[in-house]
């Protein structure tokens, strides 16, 4: 995470002050890894879209005790005062595309290893 000289983050074209992301206790970053997934957060932190592969863009309304940011179109950050309902809230993003152990494509978190299988063997 970048600061700028006047204590602000740059969140997907928008500024964003610096202290609704201090005065959050907890913190939970997931990293989204394909070619082509790509989250972005709207309303304030209310509303976060994820393009994920399907055909259809998923839409997750953030509960009223989480914020929600991307640093990134693929790194996510939800924010909270409620340990419980952060982690919830990223276990619930979490689901929405699990990392895959083949190629190691979905939505996974930031300190999280996916130990990858060997593919098919051709003979």
């Excluded at 602000?8 to 992301?21: D, G």
């Excluded at 957060?41 to 509960?63: C, D, I, M, N, Q």
């Excluded at 276990?91 to 996974?108: H, L, N, Q, R």
Aim: hydrophobic share 40%.
């Amino acid at each position: 995470m970048r600061l700028s000289d006047s204590d602000s983050v740059k969140v997907n074209r928008a500024r964003v002050p610096f202290s609704h992301i201090i005065e959050a206790k907890f913190f939970r970053f997931l990293k989204i890894v394909g070619v082509g997934y790509k989250a972005r957060a709207e309303a304030e932190g209310r509303l976060l879209f994820l393009k994920l592969g399907y055909s259809h863009e998923v839409e997750l309304t953030v509960p009223p005790a989480v914020r929600v940011f991307c640093f990134k179109n693929n790194v996510v950050c939800c924010t909270g005062l409620d340990k419980q309902r952060v982690h919830q809230f990223a276990a619930t993003v979490w689901s929405c595309k699990p990392p895959e152990v083949y190629k190691g494509k979905g939505i996974m978190y930031i300190d999280e290893v996916i130990k990858k299988k060997q593919g098919k063997k051709s003979k």
